[in-house]
């Protein structure tokens, strides 16, 4: 293997490092910006916690804005993810597919408490797998181009 090709895979690997970890907080940070938006006494988004191994936020209110604040880590990830649209290279861009699909796949759980159906999860679990992988096979091809 040359070294531009390791180069190449080894950037693409950081990119989507960097690419999960920065939707998974945004996805977070939109609950907690929604919380304090619809005047939640606490909102915070804990990205790592020792005692429990998933991401969370932490909202303390009396709202009855909550289907908002669930929906609101798609929205949030969703902008984020029509950003990399704005991107010269063609295989940058199709990032954009890999983090929209990325933050509905996050929200399939937050779906149940919007909707009041499992069968939601699901189907949010399986569109946002799929147009992730999707995403993926078509970043990767481009930048194999590049």
Known sequence: M??????????????????????????????????KFFGCAQARAVIFDTENPNPYTELVCESNNVEKMYLSGLFLTTVFGFAFLTFDSKANRYLSIVVVFFGIFL?????????????????????????????????GLEKAKE
């Open 107 to 139: 929200a399939s759980l937050d779906i149940i408490e919007v909707t009041g159906q499992i069968f939601a999860k699901y189907i949010f679990m399986f569109l946002g797998l799929s147009g992730l992988v999707i995403g993926q096979i078509l970043f």
């Open 2 to 35: 040359s070294k531009s090709v390791a180069r190449s895979i080894f950037s693409m690997i950081i990119i989507n490092i960097l690419i999960i970890l920065s939707t998974v907080t945004l996805h977070e940070l939109g609950h907690a910006l929604s919380g």
